[in-house]
């Protein structure tokens, strides 16, 4: 085995080592609005929901989505995504001859990027009569990060964070129900290493990875407590089409790590408030959902640093969602036999489904979405494309 096929495999083992031991210190590149638990309805659907939610995403997205739930919902739900880039560049990096030449492996590598995040949780969604709705869900959620560019003089771009979840919260129905409103309170421990550039050249010479990186332990998660409120307005002069129209708040006070003084990872989440719109007329069998959203409206967001100094149409479209879903034979408010969804999420289309193969309960629930989402500061920077699959037992 050559020496450089050596070092090339030496990087990739290191970087992920780096998860259990380091993180870097080099400057944080910018762009991607991370946030917690996104769900596959909600991605397949452009990544929409603050106006339509209502089924446990409710809680990650508007949690008055939860008092439109008609049934008790309880769920296991197992989630895998990948960018398309994740499978090949594997296979590909295992297939090197001892031979190969440099320029082989910069061909292979060079503008790829590596995406993987998994999601584990049970939650649960209780419905009190039309007085109240009790929502709770609590989970791990892991996302790694690696990407390879620059011909020149090649750059690793790496990061990975470790959440673990738990989200408890209410909606009621008010006025009628011509209003509803929901609250909740969230608590996140989180290890972070945020997307950061190193050059090839820094990592193979650095045989101290540990101490060049600083450290961000798994057995040492920082914790943060936050609140969050939202409502949904039930349009009466639109009451055919069943228009809803809806407003969150995230992160209501901040969301603080409880780090030490010399420590900037995990950042601290600044409030988000959004708004959305919904269409959701029945036909029979068929039940048809239309949403549009805009989402971080102050531009405050922790992870965009561009958009908070410079607000111009392209940030905008990087908080712009809108989607779709046409559910055949619905089994509750929030579930169908079969569903198709489409959208756009920042500009890029997305597609999805869903299937509850038993058909009259969500024994077995299979979604499966299709997604880009920019990962640059400015629109059209570093688009990446992922799939997501989810099985969800319960009922």
Not at 151 to 163: A, K, Q, W
Not at 325 to 345: K, L, M, W
Request: hydrophobic content about 40%.
């Amino acid at each position: 085995m050559s020496c450089l096929r050596y070092h090339i495999r030496y990087l990739f083992v290191s970087v992920i080592l780096l998860c259990l031991g380091g993180v870097f210190t080099l400057q944080a590149q910018t762009g991607e609005l991370r946030r917690p638990v996104q769900g596959i309805r909600n991605l397949g659907m452009g990544n929409t929901g603050i106006a339509l939610s209502f089924d446990e995403n409710a809680l990650f997205y508007n949690p008055a989505g939860m008092a439109s739930v008609d049934s008790i919902l309880v769920g296991f739900p197992i989630l895998n995504e990948v960018s398309d880039d994740s499978v090949s560049i594997v296979n590909e990096i295992s297939k090197l001859g001892g031979d190969a030449k440099t320029a082989d492996i910069v061909a292979l590598l060079m503008g790829k990027r590596v995406h993987f995040r998994n999601l584990i949780d049970l939650n649960l969604i209780m419905p009190f009569g039309e007085l109240m709705t009790f929502g709770v869900a609590s989970g791990y959620e892991t996302q790694f990060d690696l990407g390879v560019r620059n011909p020149v003089s090649i750059e690793i771009d790496f990061g990975f964070r470790l959440d673990s979840i738990s989200n408890m919260g209410f909606a009621m129905p008010v006025a009628r129900g011509r209003w509803l409103v929901g609250a909740g309170v969230e608590t996140v421990e989180r290890c972070d290493i945020p997307l950061t550039t190193a050059t090839l050249g820094d990592i193979l010479s650095n045989t101290n990875l540990s101490s060049s990186f600083g450290s961000c332990k798994l057995t040492d998660l920082k914790r943060a407590q936050t609140f969050n409120f939202g409502f949904q307005r039930r349009l009466e002069t639109a009451s055919a089409m069943k228009m809803i129209w809806g407003m969150s708040a995230y992160n209501i006070g901040g969301l603080k790590f409880n780090r030490s003084d010399n420590e900037t990872n995990p950042s601290d989440q600044n409030l988000e408030l959004s708004t959305g719109l919904s269409w959701q007329p029945a036909w029979g069998p068929l039940r048809m959902l239309y949403a549009i959203d805009l989402r971080d409206l102050t531009m405050k967001h922790a992870d965009d640093t561009y958009c908070q100094s410079n607000k111009g149409t392209d940030c905008i479209w990087k908080r712009l969602h809108i989607g779709t879903e046409f559910g055949f034979f619905p089994i509750d408010s929030g579930a169908s036999t079969f569903a198709v969804r489409a959208g756009f999420n920042q500009g890029y289309f997305t597609y999805g489904f869903e299937l509850n193969p038993f058909i009259f309960f969500r024994g077995l629930n299979i979604q499966y979405a299709v997604y880009k989402t920019e990962t640059g500061d400015q629109i059209g920077d570093r688009p990446d494309k992922r799939r997501v699959l989810q099985i969800n037992l319960g009922f």
